[in-house]
């Protein structure tokens, strides 16, 4: 099985649409359509993000947290973004999962993106802090239900 630095290549943080727009290559006319705060923009980051670490994998968010609605987007709204190498695709047999709405971005990349609405709500705690952590655990879950589409084609799976 790959250590955790073949792995783990890297991560940004990209708050600002100017970092997203010059480090993640997010279109400026994307993101003047869109806002910062959009499916189509999710993938383009995770696309991106895994462009930039030399990854076969990137996961992205782009969201509102809190306190206030941004963008015209209420408080809760997350984009989660999934690229994959089409390559790497292939040779695994992986699939983005079916939760996932595809966005074709270019030939080489598996694009996706997932709405997650965690908008505040009497019974659930909707704290920045809280929709913070549960966007990262929706990322991490999709990234997860991506690696079991065909888990005996990863690396160390198919050992018994």
Do not use: N
């Amino acid at each position: 099985m790959p250590g955790a630095s073949e792995v783990l290549q890297g991560g940004i943080v990209s708050y600002s649409v100017l970092v997203k727009e010059e480090v993640l290559e997010v279109p400026r006319e994307v993101l003047q359509d869109c806002g910062a705060v959009d499916g189509r923009v999710a993938a383009y980051m995770a696309r991106g993000a895994a462009r930039r670490c030399r990854a076969q994998l990137g996961v992205s968010t782009t969201g509102v947290a809190g306190p206030a609605p941004h963008e015209g987007k209420d408080v809760g709204t997350v984009y989660l973004g999934l690229a994959l190498h089409k390559d790497t695709a292939s040779r695994l047999s992986l699939t983005l999962p079916p939760e996932a709405h595809p966005h074709e971005l270019d030939g080489d990349w598996l694009t996706g993106a997932l709405l997650l609405d965690l908008a505040p709500d009497d019974d659930v705690d909707s704290t920045r802090q809280h929709i913070r952590d549960a966007s990262l655990e929706g990322a991490l879950k999709l990234t997860y239900d991506l690696l079991l589409t065909e888990p005996e084609g990863i690396v160390g799976t198919d050992q018994p």
